[in-house]
């Protein structure tokens, strides 16, 4: 079985665009499960943009699997899930994997087929791997500018060096 490090990404990209349905189909993924907090929009940003409901749509197309799971609660994560209609899971608490297992289950998919995508180490990232899926870390699109959040991004730095220097091992082994 494949081994993971409990807080460092399995992979890194600009923003959620860059994880298009070549990739997950070059990867085997046939379900991916989103954090929407700074990963697919906004603090601000309630529903979702074409933008973002077109690249939803080309995922649906290729027939990709999709879910929510949000630590926020429902009243955002139901409003922009509304027009999408996703499987959803608001409150989810991550590390903890609950929420994450709840979307398997509904996704019906062994779990080496799906992948999480979030923006946060310590929640989304502990919650996937603990949840024995593959995590892909996406650059926050706009942190809230308090202390938690600047310390927060402080702390998740040496997985972030972690994860670049297997990076630059692995692509020197091939
Ligand atoms: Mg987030």
Redesign the pocket.
């Known amino acids: 079985m494949k081994k993971r490090k409990l807080l460092v990404p399995d992979g890194m990209y600009q923003d959620i665009y860059e994880i298009n349905t070549l990739l997950l189909s070059s990867l085997g993924k046939e379900g991916v499960i989103f ?5 697919v929009a906004p603090y601000e940003i309630l529903r979702p943009t074409k933008e973002m409901k077109d690249y939803f749509e080309s995922l649906v197309n290729a027939g990709i699997k999709i879910a929510f799971v ?2 926020n609660k429902n009243d955002r994560a139901g409003i922009f899930n509304e027009e999408l209609g996703f499987f959803c899971v608001p409150d989810a608490s991550k590390p903890s994997p609950k929420g994450i297992n709840r979307c398997i289950r509904h996704m019906g998919l062994e779990r080496d087929k799906i992948l999480l995508v ?3 180490i310590f ?2 990232c502990i919650a996937a791997h603990r949840a024995k899926l593959d995590f892909f870390m996406v650059k ?1 699109i706009k942190d809230k500018n308090t202390l938690f959040f600047k310390a927060k991004r402080f702390l998740e730095r040496p997985f972030i060096s972690i994860y670049r220097r297997l990076k630059v091992k692995n692509e020197s082994r091939t």
């Not at 954090?35 to 990963?39: A, E, G, K, L, V």
């Open positions: 954090d929407i907090d700074n990963t949000s630590n979030g923006d946060q929640t989304d926050p």
